[in-house]
């Protein structure tokens, strides 16, 4: 989780492990606090601070076998 959060919302993966620790990251409705947490499709995600979104899934492998994801962000 902590790895899509960094993704989605731009920023370190520490500090997205932070985020999630320190309860403030909230995924479909619930405060998450486990940074290892799988995604599945369709997840609301809020980061308080940085916004929502909604991850939609996987689109593969890049070059170098790192997971491309999809997501929509709301502004």
Same mark, same amino acid.
């Given at each position: 989780?902590?790895?899509?959060?960094?993704?989605?919302?731009?920023?370190?993966?520490?500090?997205?492990? =932070?985020?999630?620790?320190?309860? *403030?990251? !909230?995924?479909? $409705?619930?405060?998450?606090?486990?940074?290892?947490?799988? @995604? %599945?499709?369709?997840?609301?995600? =809020?980061?308080?601070?940085?916004? *929502?979104? !909604?991850?939609? $899934?996987?689109?593969?492998?890049?070059?170098?076998?790192? @997971? %491309?994801?999809?997501?929509?962000?709301?502004?």
């Amino acid at each position: 989780m902590d790895s899509c959060i960094a993704r989605i919302f731009r920023m370190s993966r520490e500090e997205a492990k =932070s985020l999630v620790q320190g309860e *403030k990251v !909230i995924r479909n $409705g619930r405060i998450e606090n486990n940074p290892s947490m799988e @995604l %599945k499709p369709g997840d609301m995600i =809020s980061a308080r601070g940085y916004g *929502k979104a !909604i991850y939609t $899934g996987e689109e593969g492998e890049t070059k170098k076998g790192r @997971l %491309k994801i999809n997501w929509k962000r709301f502004v």
